[in-house]
């Protein structure tokens, strides 16, 4: 098994907010496709990082899935479709392996 988590910004570049509705829709967008998500909404959590010398600092909500088989081509066309809707460079998405116990 495997845990797939990404982080989405909840505004965009030049500080508007996302609508809430695009939230819902990825989250909704999982569960249908895997049967379940796991998405941290009310409880942003801050990211900083550094770009040409600059910190940039961001609040983001967090989505995980946990699925039984490894589909990178996936997960990788649907981390660019979300760096398209969402106006990002690059959103960052892990996927790691665990043991459900």
């Known amino acids: 098994m495997y845990l797939a988590r990404f982080?989405?910004?909840?505004?965009?570049?030049?500080?508007e907010p996302f609508p809430t509705l695009m939230f819902r829709v990825v989250e909704a967008e999982l569960s249908?496709?895997?049967?379940?998500?796991?998405?941290?909404?009310?409880?942003?959590?801050?990211?900083l990082w550094r770009e040409k010398g600059k910190t940039h600092a961001d609040e983001v909500v967090i989505f995980e899935v946990i699925v039984e088989d490894l589909d990178r081509w996936w997960w990788t066309s649907y981390r660019e479709r979300l760096e398209?809707?969402?106006?990002?460079?690059?959103?960052?998405?892990?996927?790691?392996?665990v043991e459900v116990l």
């Open 32 to 47: 249908r496709h895997f049967g379940g998500v796991t998405a941290h909404l009310e409880s942003p959590a801050s990211g």
């Open 7 to 15: 982080y989405l910004p909840l505004r965009d570049n030049e500080g």
């Open 84 to 97: 398209r809707d969402f106006r990002q460079k690059r959103i960052l998405l892990t996927l790691q392996p």
